[in-house]
């Protein structure tokens, strides 16, 4: 993957095939730390095996696949970066999941962040009955959007995540 | 997001109108509807741009008859990325290896007249 917002897409599809109807996503970019950091949670259905074998690129549930790619390149590219991926329970459901991402921002092999902004319009306005809660942070800029609270026109809910989540992104100092 | 002052029935009916509009994009019962496969080869192949150059496509054009919805992956890895229209009738067409352009002449064509690209269908 060419920016870390597709392994976002990735694991919101995820929490999505897995039934959600609330999904968490949180980026912070903490530049005095130098990490940046992702976490993804929801009230779906659950992990159907063992965390350490979720991370396993030879291991899927999907009818079909032989591949289960999506959470071990996220890890690897965590893990390129001198960070991580752990996998656990979220709070949002009774067997609900939460997988922490942390990298290191400055790192010359983290992946550029990408569209963020735009990735997480186009989740919002094709899953018009998910409630996200999406919260980003990049210094002294926060935004907190809970798509439920943002109306019933999920186009519109899609283009305010987009300004406001963008917004929030252009506090930074450093190359995202 | 922006607001709008309403001082007229008019301007109530217009916003009415725009918002129906816009949800009449993303609501399941629409004559057309347009599935994005959106699994980790997907992404990777360039569905998320898909998925953009489609909302924006739509939008410009106006339409209301058509819903858009993601999906995961259909087996179909290297013709990533995909998607499928489904038409009034129930007929699916599956396209693949698509790009932004190909997106804006499957909207123009298919979507806005009608008639499918048949270049850029699946073969099967």
Redesign the interface.
């Known amino acids: ?1 060419r920016e870390l ?2 392994h976002i ?2 694991l919101l ?1 995820n929490a ?2 897995a039934r959600a109807s609330v999904i968490a996503v949180t980026v912070e970019i903490d530049e005095a730390a130098d990490r940046l950091r992702v976490v993804i949670e929801d009230n779906g259905t659950g992990l159907k095996v063992a965390p350490e074998d979720a991370t396993n690129p030879f291991y899927t549930t ?1 009818a ?2 032989r591949t289960g ?2 959470l071990s ?1 996220f890890r690897a590219a965590a893990e390129q970066t001198g960070g991580g991926l752990t996998i656990g329970k979220s709070g949002l459901g009774p067997v609900g999941v939460r997988v922490a991402v942390e990298l290191g921002l400055s790192h010359v092999d983290r992946s550029p962040l990408g ?1 963020l902004a ?2 997480l ?3 919002v ?4 009955e998910i409630d996200y809660v999406i919260a980003v942070r990049c210094g002294m800029q926060e935004c907190r959007v809970r798509t439920s609270e ?1 109306g ?5 809910t ?3 995540v987009q ?1 406001l989540v963008g917004r929030a992104l252009g506090a930074a100092a450093v190359p995202l | 997001m922006t607001t709008r002052k309403i001082t007229s029935l008019a301007d109530l009916a217009d916003v009415q109108a725009d918002a129906r509009k816009a949800i009449d994009l993303r609501s399941g019962t629409k004559d057309l509807r347009i599935t994005v496969h959106m699994g980790t080869c997907g992404i990777a192949a360039g569905a998320r741009d898909v998925l953009t150059a489609l909302m924006a496509e739509l939008g410009r054009a106006g339409t209301t008859n058509v819903s858009l919805q993601q999906t995961g992956c259909a087996g179909l890895c290297d013709q990533e990325p995909m998607l499928t229209l489904t038409d009034p009738g129930g007929r699916s067409f599956r396209y693949g290896r698509l790009t932004k352009h190909k997106v804006g002449e499957i909207v123009r064509d298919h979507v806005l007249r009608g008639q499918p690209v048949n270049e850029y269908l699946i073969k099967a």
């Open positions: 993957m917002s597709l897409l990735d599809e999505q095939r999907k079909g696949k790619l999506g390149l569209d735009g990735t319009a186009g989740v306005c094709t899953n018009p943002l019933a026109d999920a186009f519109r899609a283009q305010a300004e």
